[in-house]
C-alpha cells in the first residue's frame, strides 16, 4: 500500500519556524517530483512548493518564497519544508504529493497533475 505521512505541524506562535516532513511508503518516489500544498478553512486547496525529481529545482508560491526550504532525501523516501517567519495567514492543513508523471522536466503547481496525497498535518500560526 503506497503512503504517504505528513507530520511536523503544529501550533506556532507568528515569526516562527516550523519543519515538516513526508514521508513515503509503499514505492520509491525517487523519479517523481514532490510538491506540498495547504488548505485553509473555508479556501481550496494551493500549491505551496515543489521539488523536481532529481532534486534540482524548486519553486515557490509568492506567498512562501523567501520564507519556505523544499528539500528531499531519496534515502529516505521523504520530502521536508522548512516554514520560518510564519504569519496567521500560514494557517493550513498542510498536504505532500507526489507528481502523476515520473522524469517529468520542469515542475507544475496544478492540483490536477498530482497524486498520492497524504492526509495532512495542521499549521496553526497564533498572532
Known amino acids: 500500500q503506497v503512503q504517504l505521512v505528513e507530520s511536523g505541524g503544529g501550533l506556532v506562535q507568528a515569526g516562527g519556524s516550523l519543519r515538516l516532513s513526508c514521508a513515503a511508503s509503499g514505492r520509491t518516489f525517487s523519479t517523481n517530483a514532490m510538491a506540498w500544498f495547504r488548505q485553509a478553512p473555508g479556501k481550496e486547496r494551493e500549491f505551496v512548493a515543489a521539488i523536481s525529481w532529481a532534486g534540482s529545482n524548486t519553486y515557490y508560491a509568492d506567498s512562501v518564497k523567501g520564507r519556505g526550504t523544499i528539500s528531499r532525501d531519496v534515502a529516505k523516501n521523504t520530502v521536508y519544508l522548512q516554514m520560518n517567519s510564519l504569519k496567521p495567514e500560514d494557517t493550513a492543513v498542510y498536504y505532500c504529493?507526489?507528481?502523476?508523471?515520473?522524469?517529468?522536466?520542469?515542475?507544475?503547481?496544478?492540483?490536477?497533475?498530482?497524486?498520492?496525497w497524504g492526509q495532512g498535518t495542521q499549521v496553526t500560526v497564533s498572532s
Open positions: 504529493a507526489a507528481d502523476k508523471v515520473p522524469l517529468r522536466i520542469g515542475i507544475v503547481t496544478t492540483l490536477s497533475e498530482y497524486d498520492y
